[in-house]
């Protein structure tokens, strides 16, 4: 039986997929099942995916959610790997994760380093290694608030009965939402300080560089995050239930909260602060972290509407950050 299925997920990205398949075939495992998607790509990607002989298909354009689900489809190995087809993995990846391969994992994780589209280093790894070492409990970490430190999509291995969970998610369109959230409360989480994969930043998967914030993004995402915890009660294994997770009081959702306040000028701001600072103060954050987002959120609460939304940008500008997700919470970002 296949140990791992790597699946890549493939919409108009013509000058990369085929690196990213060349990248897993030079893995050179015989317990490795390659499939890729071509999402009814409108450029020249399925003809550069044909020419490589792997296993493919073309379906039409559904998002990726749905075409990694159809991929799903077409694999049995008990392992996968959702490889975004701008990125790929590095020489002896493989050999690296599937080792950690077992039943009461439900999901591997690893560093990628930042490349451009031209491949050249960008110097850093998304995420830092030290960060993706942070020890704690990661159920309890998510209850509180409401997110821990994971790569991207090309970083993680799921065990499959947690990809099973993306066909309920109609939702969301991203790969990287429930099956994140949900894998510390379905089994251990490995977590690998070595970057294994390359993280391509270029111009398409940036598009929200130079774009002032974008409000309307923010509510977006924090009506998905609700989605997503409501998801979470509902499918979590029974010895957590007990303790159901309410997204209005996690870290991510109170600061956006008060983010989206202080940009519209809304005087509650100053009431939301305290519970804000509060969180913060319970949280598994280091000291001088903590002291830094307290006085992060006190200068945004109180500073007037042109400062404080200025120091938001400064907080997230794209170009300065490594790690997606806060890009994508604040900006607009394309497929």
């Known amino acids: 039986m296949f140990k791992i299925a790597v699946i890549v997920n493939c919409y108009n ?39 490589t002989g792997v296993t493919a298909y073309r379906i039409e354009n559904s998002g990726q959610r749905r075409a990694c ?9 008990p392992f996968v790997l959702f490889l975004d087809a701008d990125d790929e993995l590095v020489p002896g990846a493989l050999d690296t994760i599937v080792p950690y391969l077992q039943p009461s994992i439900a999901k591997v994780q690893f560093c990628l380093s930042r490349v451009d589209g031209g491949s050249t280093s960008l110097g850093s790894a998304v995420p830092e290694p030290e960060l993706i070492r942070e020890p704690g409990n990661l159920r309890e970490r998510v209850r509180r608030t409401g997110v821990y430190v994971s790569p991207p999509t090309s970083g993680n291995v ?22 994140i959230l949900a894998a510390p409360f379905f089994g251990e989480i490995v977590s690998l300080p070595v970057e294994l994969g390359l993280y391509r930043v270029h111009t398409r998967n940036m598009s929200g560089v130079g774009r002032t914030i974008d409000t ?12 997503l915890i409501d998801h979470l009660n509902m499918i979590m294994p029974k010895d957590s239930k007990s303790r159901q997770l309410d ?13 989206l306040a202080s940009i519209n000028g809304d005087a509650n701001r100053y009431f939301q602060l305290p519970r804000l600072i509060g969180v913060v103060a319970q949280e598994y954050f280091s000291l001088p972290k903590k002291l830094v987002l307290s006085l992060f959120h006190i200068l945004v609460a109180l500073l007037p509407v042109s400062m404080s939304r200025h120091l938001i940008e400064i907080r997230y500008r794209p170009e300065q950050r490594s790690v997606g997700a806060l890009t994508k919470t604040l900006v607009g970002n394309g497929h």
């Open 69 to 77: 689900a159809f991929g799903l489809d077409q694999t049995t190995a």
């Open 13 to 51: 990205y013509a000058e990369y997929v085929e690196r990213a398949i060349r990248s897993v075939v030079a893995q050179n495992r015989s317990d490795c099942e390659l499939v890729v998607i071509d999402d009814g790509s409108t450029d020249a990607s399925w003809e550069v995916i044909s020419r």
């Open 158 to 179: 799921f065990r499959r009965d947690l990809c099973e969970l993306l066909r309920d998610a109609d939702y969301d369109d991203a790969v990287d939402g429930i099956i």
């Open 216 to 227: 309307d993004k923010i509510e977006q995402h924090m009506k998905r995050f609700e989605h």
């Open 247 to 259: 997204a209005k009081r996690t870290f991510f959702y109170l600061e956006k909260k008060l983010i």
